[in-house]
């Protein structure tokens, strides 16, 4: 399984970004897919997380702000990221779990099976 992330780079605060996760090596239909981040000297937090069913979840403060998606059809997700904060700064990592629960959503680090390398977001006051 390989998870890549597109779509990182340098926004200005108020801005958007949107992010993109393609996977490959199997087919992905019964996986929930997820967002963490890390900004430097915190720990990784999920941002938000999508099931299969197409449940999701989303950290407390960013829904409305951040959108997350997939199509189960190209193994792709993506996250959209609007009204851009330096809070936001980090490095942003596409995860993946696989499940037989079409409703669950993964917010823990622990709950992910596979990680991709990461994609640096910085956003500039």
């Known amino acids: 399984v390989q998870l890549e992330e597109s779509g990182g780079g340098l926004v200005q605060a108020g801005g958007s970004l949107r992010l993109s996760c393609a996977a490959s090596?199997?087919?992905?239909?019964?996986?929930?897919f997820a967002w963490f981040r890390q900004a430097p000297g915190k720990e990784r937090e999920c941002v938000a997380s999508?099931?299969?069913?197409?449940?999701?979840y989303y950290r407390n403060g960013l829904k409305g702000r951040f959108t997350i998606s997939r199509d189960n059809a190209k193994n792709t997700m993506s996250l959209q990221m609007n009204n851009l904060n330096p809070d936001d700064t980090a490095v942003y990592y596409c995860?993946?779990?696989?499940?037989?629960?079409?409703?669950?959503?993964?917010?823990?680090?622990?709950?992910?099976?596979?990680w991709g390398k990461g994609t640096l977001v910085t956003v500039s006051s």
């Open positions: 090596g199997r087919n992905f239909i019964t996986y929930a």
């Open positions: 995860a993946l779990t696989w499940t037989g629960d079409s409703d669950y959503v993964p917010h823990a680090q622990h709950n992910i099976d596979y």
């Open positions: 999508i099931g299969w069913g197409g449940n999701t």
